[in-house]
C-alpha cells in the first residue's frame, strides 16, 4: 500500500521559516518525481516545487530564491525548506509522488502552513 506522510506545517510569523517533509512507502521512491503543491481558499491547488528522480528541479516563480526542495532517497524522503515566508503562502501544501510515463500519482493528506503578517 502507498503512503505519502506529509508533516511540518505549522503558524509562523511573516519572514519565518518552515520546513515540510514527506515520508513514503510503498514506491520505489528513487524512480519518482516528487512535488510539493497548495491549495489557498478559493483557489486551485498548483505546483510549487518539484524535483524529478534525476534530482533536477523546478519552482514556482513566486517562492524561487526562497524555497528549497530536496530528497534522500535512503530516506525515502522528500523535503521543502521554506524561508522568507509571506502571507500568501498561507495554504495546504501537499506532497505528490509521480512517475513519468505511467499513470501512478499519489498524494498526501496535506499540511496547513499559515504566515501571518
Known amino acids: 500500500q502507498v503512503q505519502l506522510a506529509d508533516s511540518g506545517g505549522g503558524l509562523v510569523h511573516q519572514g519565518g521559516s518552515l520546513t515540510l517533509r514527506c515520508a513514503t512507502a510503498?514506491?520505489?521512491?528513487?524512480?519518482?518525481?516528487m512535488g510539493w503543491y497548495r491549495e489557498a481558499p478559493g483557489r486551485q491547488r498548483e505546483l510549487v516545487a518539484v524535483?524529478?528522480?534525476?534530482?533536477?528541479?523546478n519552482y514556482q516563480d513566486s517562492v524561487k530564491g526562497r524555497f528549497t526542495i530536496s530528497r534522500v532517497n535512503a530516506r525515502n524522503t522528500v523535503y521543502l525548506q521554506m524561508d522568507d515566508l509571506k502571507p500568501e503562502d498561507t495554504a495546504v501544501y501537499y506532497c505528490?509522488?509521480?512517475?513519468?510515463?505511467?499513470?501512478?500519482?499519489?498524494w498526501g493528506r496535506g499540511t496547513q502552513v499559515t504566515v501571518s503578517a
Open positions: 510503498g514506491i520505489i521512491f528513487s524512480i519518482y518525481d
Open positions: 524535483i524529478r528522480s534525476d534530482d533536477t528541479t
Open positions: 505528490n509522488a509521480h512517475l513519468q510515463g505511467d499513470p501512478s500519482n499519489y
